[in-house]
């Protein structure tokens, strides 16, 4: 039943920025919005994700983390409800809510997986980066045909994602009313219809107070995740915002951009089942990392120089590589981090600053393309930020535990004391 509630957080977590892009063209028509001010509305829901993901430790240690969750898919329904509102400052406003709530939810969830399914941590971890990409890929596909089939514009094929959204709220609304318990009394109910119930594995404890940032920030370590997540993210959510507008450029229709882009976050429902069980499985992911670079790398280098040769193939190979690399880096977070507290501290430091990093690449992408009046320049900022993204990606894979008690990791590469995860 946790599993289920799992699953009806991650459908919501990111057809809120993927359902962007395929009608972000049609919002700049519309409001007379300049390449890099429509370019702000995905750049502002990263920067959320990255800026206020401190926010939701420190809530699920003070209510308790089904209660934050709880209200922070009530957070995302109102602010995808603002956001249809007319008016270019609520369409703003409804974004940076939608942020926030989801900025919670990417935080948390990896902890909750951590700590409540520890026998099932690969599993679980696979069908939630599943429902990331796969309501990603819907929401890329059928935005522009819902728009059109409800009278055109960009409003009804935003105004679609509420739906979900909504379920999620009412799906975990029992868990609102329920606060952390004390160290060692028990913690938080099971959501999702289960009347208050523990989780089948029985009581957990609450959050743990993890680890103070200042203490990671002094390890390569976690620096290595941090960046690795920066960079695939960077690319990705450049991606989300901006393939349909690079192939509608070309001449494509609005319908077949966003099909194209769907295409390129659908492909990744294959490698979101199979990457997290074989980066669980694995001491050393460095092997990953080279795959899913190569594969980014290549389907950019078509996009750039051919892409209405194959486009097909160059969303694919870009899908591929994007949508691997996601999980792993989810899941380079649970591999490293050791024990719950430092899981927890570990995934708030790579997405608060890996964030905040990444929301510079469509921020910069949009306004290259307002300077050049081409989309080659994005496509060779998207190309060469492919590097970086492999070398320290080979850091961050090598088998090694952050071991924050002793300083550093051990000689042979675990931290001192903790197990390697199977």
Same mark, same amino acid.
């Given at each position: 039943?946790?599993?289920?509630?799992?699953?009806? #957080?991650?459908?919501?977590?990111?057809?809120?920025?993927?359902?962007?892009?395929?009608?972000?063209?049609?919002?700049?028509?519309?409001?007379?919005?300049?390449?890099?001010?429509?370019?702000?509305?995905?750049?502002?829901?990263?920067?959320?994700?990255?800026?206020?993901?401190?926010?939701?430790?420190?809530?699920?240690?003070?209510?308790?983390?089904?209660?934050?969750?709880?209200?922070?898919?009530?957070?995302?329904?109102?602010?995808?409800?603002?956001?249809?509102?007319?008016?270019?400052?609520?369409?703003?406003?409804?974004?940076?809510?939608?942020?926030?709530? #989801?900025?919670?939810?990417?935080?948390?969830?990896?902890?909750?997986?951590?700590?409540?399914?520890?026998?099932?941590?690969?599993?679980?971890?696979?069908?939630?980066?599943?429902?990331?990409?796969?309501?990603?890929?819907?929401?890329?596909?059928?935005?522009?045909?819902?728009?059109?089939?409800?009278?055109?514009?960009?409003?009804?094929?935003?105004?679609?994602?509420?739906?979900?959204?909504? #379920?999620?709220?009412?799906?975990?609304?029992?868990?609102?009313?329920?606060?952390?318990?004390?160290?060692?009394?028990?913690?938080?109910?099971?959501?999702?219809?289960?009347?208050?119930?523990?989780?089948?594995?029985?009581?957990?404890?609450?959050?743990?107070?993890?680890?103070?940032?200042?203490?990671?920030?002094?390890?390569?370590?976690?620096?290595?995740?941090?960046?690795?997540?920066?960079?695939?993210?960077?690319?990705?959510?450049?991606?989300?915002?901006?393939?349909?507008?690079?192939?509608?450029?070309?001449?494509?229709?609005?319908?077949?951009?966003?099909?194209?882009?769907?295409?390129?976050?659908?492909?990744?429902?294959?490698?979101?089942?199979?990457?997290?069980?074989?980066?669980?499985?694995?001491?050393?992911?460095?092997?990953?990392?080279?795959?899913?670079?190569?594969?980014?790398?290549?389907?950019?280098?078509?996009?750039?120089?051919?892409?209405?040769?194959?486009?097909?193939?160059?969303?694919?190979?870009?899908?591929?590589?994007?949508?691997?690399?996601?999980?792993?880096?989810?899941?380079?977070?649970?591999?490293?981090?050791?024990?719950?507290?430092?899981?927890?501290?570990?995934?708030?430091?790579?997405?608060?600053?890996?964030?905040?990093?990444?929301?510079?690449?469509?921020?910069?992408?949009?306004?290259?393309?307002?300077?050049?009046?081409?989309?080659?320049?994005?496509?060779?900022?998207?190309?060469?930020?492919?590097?970086?993204?492999?070398? #320290?990606?080979?850091?961050?894979?090598?088998?090694?535990?952050?071991?924050?008690?002793?300083?550093?990791?051990?000689?042979?590469?675990?931290?001192?004391?903790?197990?390697?995860?199977?």
């Amino acid at each position: 039943m946790l599993t289920a509630g799992v699953m009806v #957080i991650a459908v919501n977590l990111r057809p809120a920025a993927a359902s962007l892009g395929p009608v972000l063209h049609r919002i700049q028509s519309a409001t007379g919005l300049s390449s890099s001010a429509v370019g702000l509305l995905p750049t502002l829901t990263v920067l959320c994700f990255g800026l206020l993901a401190p926010l939701a430790p420190v809530l699920a240690r003070r209510v308790g983390m089904h209660a934050t969750i709880a209200a922070s898919m009530w957070l995302l329904l109102a602010g995808l409800a603002l956001r249809l509102v007319p008016g270019i400052g609520l369409l703003f406003a409804g974004t940076v809510l939608a942020g926030t709530a #989801i900025a919670v939810g990417n935080v948390l969830v990896p902890v909750l997986v951590r700590r409540d399914l520890p026998e099932r941590t690969g599993t679980t971890m696979a069908l939630y980066t599943f429902a990331l990409i796969g309501f990603a890929s819907l929401a890329s596909g059928v935005t522009v045909p819902v728009a059109d089939a409800l009278g055109g514009g960009w409003r009804p094929g935003l105004a679609v994602w509420a739906i979900p959204a909504a #379920i999620a709220a009412v799906a975990w609304l029992p868990a609102l009313g329920r606060r952390a318990a004390p160290a060692g009394t028990g913690g938080d109910p099971a959501p999702a219809g289960t009347g208050g119930d523990p989780a089948p594995a029985g009581p957990v404890r609450d959050v743990p107070a993890p680890p103070p940032m200042r203490e990671l920030v002094r390890h390569p370590l976690a620096w290595q995740v941090t960046l690795f997540f920066a960079l695939q993210s960077g690319g990705y959510y450049s991606t989300l915002a901006w393939l349909p507008s690079i192939f509608a450029s070309h001449g494509v229709s609005d319908a077949h951009a966003g099909l194209l882009l769907s295409l390129t976050t659908g492909v990744g429902l294959v490698v979101a089942l199979v990457v997290p069980g074989l980066a669980g499985r694995f001491r050393d992911q460095r092997a990953l990392i080279v795959g899913c670079c190569a594969l980014t790398g290549a389907g950019i280098l078509g996009v750039w120089l051919a892409p209405l040769a194959a486009p097909y193939l160059w969303t694919v190979l870009l899908g591929l590589g994007q949508n691997a690399a996601l999980p792993l880096a989810l899941m380079l977070i649970v591999l490293r981090g050791g024990d719950v507290a430092t899981t927890e501290s570990l995934s708030t430091m790579a997405q608060s600053i890996g964030y905040v990093l990444a929301a510079a690449a469509p921020l910069a992408a949009g306004a290259l393309h307002g300077l050049a009046g081409s989309w080659d320049p994005p496509l060779v900022l998207m190309l060469a930020l492919v590097a970086p993204e492999l070398l #320290i990606g080979l850091r961050a894979a090598r088998d090694r535990r952050l071991d924050l008690s002793a300083g550093q990791p051990g000689e042979d590469g675990h931290a001192r004391g903790q197990p390697a995860l199977s």
